[in-house]
């Protein structure tokens, strides 16, 4: 049986802690528990703790000779430890708009599923998803939790340009474009709200760990809110929740 | 202020420095000079802070008249800069005054030359860094009629160092490489022609990540989506490698098999696409 996590070096600067290769939240808490111990404990400050699903990255900004057993070192004392942390998490309220001004792709799959539009907006703004990390493009969130009705695999010709905003579903998966890319997910619908923000620090306001539900809203009001954003006055709607 | 104008841009040309740290776990790419080292020995030349940005040149170069006057050190490749009509030598302080014009010919070694001027570049600080990245930063990419602040020097510096090290890097054909985290994954014939093979950048590379020409046949499945970094070595199930670079993405789905030593990632940042590589997989002391 392998022990995990496993500890492996990736290159001269950089430490990998693998766990189970599975997406779960007993993993994703795990995951982040030893992130934040890692970050309280004395880590160097020139860091970047980087998680997914169940692996987690310790990169320096320089090639450091003893980084290795620093990071062992503390890994060894975090599982001595035995503390269960409890991940901190907000419920976040995402406006979509699910218009066919923006959900280029649902005809599509309204087409292929059998589901009528109203019966595919239903569905995906009714589940709760949880944020599993941050990656593929500044504040782009790998969220859990799209339902099984809802799979629908990539297009075969990616999109040149995918929409800020665009709300999509590739396999499995659902997110959000927090800026304009090539893509090649299914897009039902776009979202006004800002991932990211680089002149703001943390330039995410959304974060792992945290829960998002998705709010079907009209046209209008995604104006209105676009509105907000661009003049500074928007603020994510969002409550604590207790593990 | 000081200011540099940019008359015509040349074919890519961007500030950096030497990239954003901390904040890879919003999804934001290191980023920063692409080859480290020459960006490092510009500064060191003109005693400057190892972090002061500096213009990263791609193989044509831009053509920009000093509104002031500046000292100045050019490294990495080899595109003969000239001043006024009159070639520069690599890695020597110059002195440059205003109204003077800097361009760039033809290349005669490398991909990527650096432009430091003594004080620096002040482009806008943005999440700890100077560098220029598409996403992030308004600019990612030099334009005609730009004008580019920079400190302007009080001192004078004198050549208190030459060129310490050695430009071999730039040249090398030989990439060094770390195991990656897949590596132990493919079949020993597999990792033998790895580091047999030759390979070359597609003409698609660019500062994200650079796509070889040449395939590696594997087996391989697609992985979980995993934390990737700067000289991140992927392998695609069709057998294509893709190398990421500074700006490349921070977590990806591809079995990671090596990892660029940090002297493997300048000397690739210096290889023009078709240019012949080889990967040399060294171990962990």
């Keep these: 049986m392998a022990k995990f996590p496993k500890i492996k070096r990736m290159g001269e600067r950089a430490i990998l802690l693998e766990f189970e290769p599975e997406i779960s939240l007993e993993i994703l808490e795990k995951v982040l528990s030893l992130k934040k111990y890692l970050q309280e404990n004395s ?40 503390i269960s942390f409890k991940i901190e998490s907000r419920l976040f309220q995402v406006p979509v708009c699910y218009d066919e001004n923006f959900a280029l792709d649902m005809v599509e799959i309204s087409a292929a599923k059998d589901l009528s ?17 941050t990656g593929f493009l500044p504040g782009f969130l790998y969220l859990g939790g799209l339902p099984q009705l809802l799979h629908f695999p990539r297009k075969i010709h990616p999109r040149q340009t995918v929409q800020k905003g665009a709300v999509g ?11 304009s890319s090539p893509g090649g997910w299914n897009i039902i619908g776009n979202s006004p709200v800002p991932l990211f923000d680089p002149e703001k620090n943390p330039p995410c306001e959304i974060r792992p760990g945290d829960r998002i539900k998705f709010c079907p809203v009209s046209l209008e009001e995604h104006r209105e809110i676009t509105e907000e954003v661009r003049k500074g006055d928007f603020n994510f709607n969002f409550e604590e929740e207790n593990g | 202020m000081a200011e540099v ?29 692409m080859d480290t080292q020459a960006a490092g ?31 100045i050190v050019i490294t990495g490749a080899n595109l003969s800069p000239k001043l006024e009509g009159k070639e520069l030598e690599n890695n020597k302080i110059i002195n440059v ?34 560098s220029w ?35 071999d890097y730039i040249t090398s054909a030989v990439i060094e490489a770390f195991p990656g985290p897949e590596f132990e ?73 090596v990892q660029l030593s940090e002297t493997g990632i300048n000397t690739l940042a210096q290889k023009i696409p078709g240019q012949k590589l080889q990967i040399k997989v060294i171990n962990y002391k």
Excluded at chain 1, 117 to 133: D, Q, R
Excluded at chain 2, 7 to 20: K, V
Excluded at chain 2, 142 to 157: A, I, Q, V, Y
Excluded at chain 2, 202 to 217: D, P
């Design chain 1, 43 to 82: 880590l160097k400050e020139t860091v970047d703790i980087t998680t997914t699903y169940n692996l987690l990255l310790v990169s320096y900004e320089y090639a450091i000779e003893d980084a290795y057993s620093e990071v062992f070192n503390l890994w060894e004392d975090f599982s001595r430890t035995n």
């Design chain 1, 117 to 133: 539009k109203k019966e595919i907006i239903g569905l995906h703004s009714s589940e709760i998803y949880t944020v599993y990390f």
């Design chain 1, 169 to 179: 579903i590739g396999e499995k998966q659902t997110g959000i474009y927090p800026q």
């Design chain 2, 5 to 33: 104008e940019i008359i015509q841009p040349g074919l890519f040309s961007s500030i950096q420095d030497l990239g954003r740290y901390g904040y890879r776990e919003f999804g934001v790419p290191t980023g920063g000079a």
């Design chain 2, 41 to 71: 020995m510009a500064n060191l030349l003109l005693g400057n802070e190892s972090e002061a940005a500096v213009l990263e040149i791609t193989l044509q170069g831009p053509k920009m008249r000093f509104l002031d006057p500046a000292q």
């Design chain 2, 97 to 130: 005054e205003a109204g003077e014009i800097l361009s760039v010919g033809r290349r005669k070694s490398g991909y990527r030359a650096y432009l430091a001027v003594k004080g620096g570049l002040q482009s806008k600080i943005i999440l700890g860094s100077r």
């Design chain 2, 133 to 167: 990245s598409p996403g992030i930063t308004p600019h990612n990419r030099l334009e005609r009629g730009m004008k580019l602040p920079f400190l302007r020097s009080e001192s004078e510096s004198s050549s208190k160092y030459s060129a310490v090290k050695s430009d």
């Design chain 2, 185 to 257: 994954l493919l079949l020993t014939s597999e990792k033998e022609m790895l580091s047999k093979r030759h390979f070359s950048a597609a003409k698609e590379s660019n500062r994200m990540g650079i796509q070889c020409q040449e395939k590696l046949e594997n087996s391989l499945q697609p992985i979980l989506t995993g934390p990737v970094l700067p000289g991140t070595v992927q392998l695609t199930p069709s057998g294509t490698l893709i190398i990421l670079m500074r700006d490349g993405q921070t977590t990806g789905g591809y079995p990671r098999i």
